[in-house]
């Protein structure tokens, strides 16, 4: 769970200010309250953004109940159209976009931040192509019956995501709900809220006030409020599986339908025909090292066979140190920054922990340096154990920071076994050249996206979602956004009458 510095009293920084959108305009919170926004790779303060209370939330939801009175009668090639010109607008700001990014995450532009923007254009476009899909069929009852089913919007949809990958969650959550037909009330994370800001700001040039609402706040004030608000409709929830819980009750209490994409702690089996530096490479990639492993399905369990374990090993550790940890607006960055103090302080404790594990051995990275040009943010390097209990904490918990373990297997079953050991089940990354064992062995592994040979992110179209305590609820694809973002109503006619 994510807690930001507390804020700051009224007017008393003068760094800029970003405000949120309410009803198409851009807004302070009532009681002009603000909440700091640091870059976490110089630990400086750069922006403030309004901290939300309970009655900016209810603002916002009434303008999104209100907004969708109007916004249902909207055609699909409307909403479709409005659509793909956000899409090109986001596009045409890449870099900018990118660059606040970069800043407010301490994500490397080249690795993440530039990809992160290009990947919100393209689901959104994705989604502005979809809206005529929201269609129904006829059911045959014979010829003096017509039945037949609409799909209809929910209503007021609430989003909740975190800071990880800021503007592509927070944009996959407004592409889908929009073009669905549905309004939306989102509340970015308290630590990286700008980029999706100005996103937001974007999408206002496009769309009927209150349509998209965005919130900046903290999860316990904002966010709870969000979750409870009697006129959401439908909570759609990026985060972690503790705060997932909390959502689910408060879903519970209204039975409204509720989309969860939760924690990971996602295994990565090596085969022993895949000894080979793209396997590592790859490996590497899953790992999402380059945005310093805060990644819910960063594949930070690697399951080597022991015929190759050590060599496997020296060549992860050889390619992990040529990385370039630093300045995350540096081109030739390839790893940035820890978000916060408080991630950084957890991350370090892992490590801590691991490092007092009897036996265990920590063969890169361990505690961040105390002096230095790193030292003046929260940068975490590279960290690989060996010699790990698949039982430890590092190897159950999700440690959210470039933290992986390594841990052999001689049969197979027992690769599969421990990568199954898990409450977690969003990702797994299986690695031979044998194409029978790599299929068997992911539909076998209890994990909602099993990727073979390869360590890629999302891609739209794509069923995304966990199994297990990694959520529920599909995102990304068109079934995702039929099942997720409308409701089916049958209309059945007797034509005799
Ligand atoms: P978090 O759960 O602490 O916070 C996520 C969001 O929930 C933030 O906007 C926060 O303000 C809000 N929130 C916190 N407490 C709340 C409450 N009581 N009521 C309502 N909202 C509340 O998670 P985080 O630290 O920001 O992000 C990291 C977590 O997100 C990791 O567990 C990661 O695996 C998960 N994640 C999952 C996916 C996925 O697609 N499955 C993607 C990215 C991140």
């Not at 700051?8 to 760094?15: P, Q, Y």
């Not at 790779?41 to 900016?56: F, K, N």
């Amino acid at each position: 769970m994510t807690t930001a510095t507390q804020p700051t009293s009224k007017n008393s920084v003068d760094v800029s200010r970003s405000l949120m959108l309410i009803d198409g305009k851009l807004v302070e919170s009532a009681d002009r309250q603000y909440i700091d926004i640091e870059n976490p790779a110089t630990r400086t303060l750069i922006a403030q953004v309004p901290r939300a209370a309970e009655v900016d939330v209810d603002a916002a939801v009434r303008a999104a109940a209100t907004a969708f009175e109007t916004w249902k009668r909207v055609t699909p090639k409307d909403r479709g159209r409005m659509l793909l010109r956000i899409a090109d607008a986001v596009e045409a700001e890449t870099e900018p976009l990118a660059r606040t990014v970069a800043l407010e995450t301490g994500n490397a532009i080249r690795t993440q931040a530039r990809p992160e923007v290009k990947s919100a254009a393209d689901v959104i476009r994705y989604y502005g192509g979809l809206t005529g899909e929201t269609k129904g069929e006829t059911v045959p009852l014979g010829e003096h019956v017509l039945s037949y089913t609409r799909r209809e919007p929910l209503g007021v949809v609430a989003g909740i995501v975190p800071w990880n990958a800021p503007v592509i969650l927070g944009t996959l959550k407004i592409a889908m709900s929009i073009a669905a037909g549905n309004t939306l009330v989102l509340k970015a994370a308290e630590d990286a809220p700008l980029g999706l800001l100005r996103i937001a700001e974007i999408c206002n040039e496009h769309l009927p006030p209150g349509v998209l609402n965005l919130l900046t706040g903290y999860g316990e004030e904002a966010g709870a409020a969000l979750a409870r608000h009697p006129l959401v409709r439908k909570l759609s929830f990026t985060g972690s599986t503790d705060v997932g819980k909390l959502i689910m009750h408060a879903a519970a209490e209204r039975i409204v339908p509720v989309s969860l994409e939760l924690g990971g702690k996602s295994p990565a089996i090596v085969f022993p025909d895949a000894d080979e530096q793209r396997t590592v490479d790859g490996v590497i990639t899953g790992m999402r090292v380059t945005r310093q492993g805060q990644s819910c399905t960063a594949g930070s369990r690697i399951f080597l066979h022991r015929s190759i374990f050590d060599s496997f090993v020296s060549k992860l550790t050889a390619t992990l140190q040529k990385l370039k940890i630093g300045d995350p607006s540096d081109e030739a960055t390839d790893m940035g920054a820890i978000i916060n103090r408080k991630q950084f302080d957890r991350v370090c404790g892992y490590i801590t922990d691991g490092m007092q594990q009897k036996g265990a051995r920590l063969v890169l990275g361990g505690l961040p340096p105390k002096e230095g040009p790193l030292a003046k943010g929260y940068f975490v390097q590279p960290t690989v154990f060996t010699d790990v209990s698949n039982d430890w904490r590092i190897a159950r918990e999700e440690i959210f920071g470039p933290v992986m373990v390594a841990i052999p297997w001689d049969d197979e079953r027992d690769a599969i076994r421990m990568a199954n050991d898990s409450h977690y089940g969003l990702a797994a990354y299986v690695w031979t050249r044998d194409i029978t064992r790599a299929i068997t062995t992911a539909h076998a592994i209890e994990s909602g996206w099993v990727q073979i040979n390869q360590g890629l992110g999302q891609f739209p179209g794509q069923a995304y979602g966990g199994y297990k305590q990694s959520g529920m609820g599909r995102e990304y694809s068109l079934e995702g956004m039929l099942d997720s973002y409308t409701q089916r109503k049958s209309v059945t006619i007797n034509l005799q009458w």
